[in-house]
């Protein structure tokens, strides 16, 4: 398995944990390389949809 950069919409379904094909690439993902990796403007879309939902709590 080639490393890849996981997009927002993947990680989110991934932590979602309801679509079966998607858990088992992620598990063998992580089997492999230890940590997912995602790019800058992923993160910022995931704080920009905490502050939405005031889940400030979450930034860090």
């Known amino acids: ?3 890849s950069l996981i ?3 993947i ?3 991934i ?3 309801k679509n079966t094909k998607i858990n088992a ?3 063998g993902y992580i089997g492999i390389w230890q ?3 995602i790019s800058v403007i ?3 879309e995931i704080i ?3 502050r939405r939902i005031n889940r400030n709590d979450r930034i860090q």
Request: proline share 0%; aromatic share 8%.
């Open 1 to 3: 398995m080639r490393k």
């Open 42 to 44: 992923t993160v910022s």
């Open 7 to 9: 997009d927002t919409d």
């Open 25 to 27: 690439k992620a598990i």
């Open 48 to 50: 920009k949809g905490w």
């Open 35 to 37: 940590q997912y990796t």
């Open 15 to 17: 932590r979602k944990l």
């Open 11 to 13: 990680l989110s379904e």
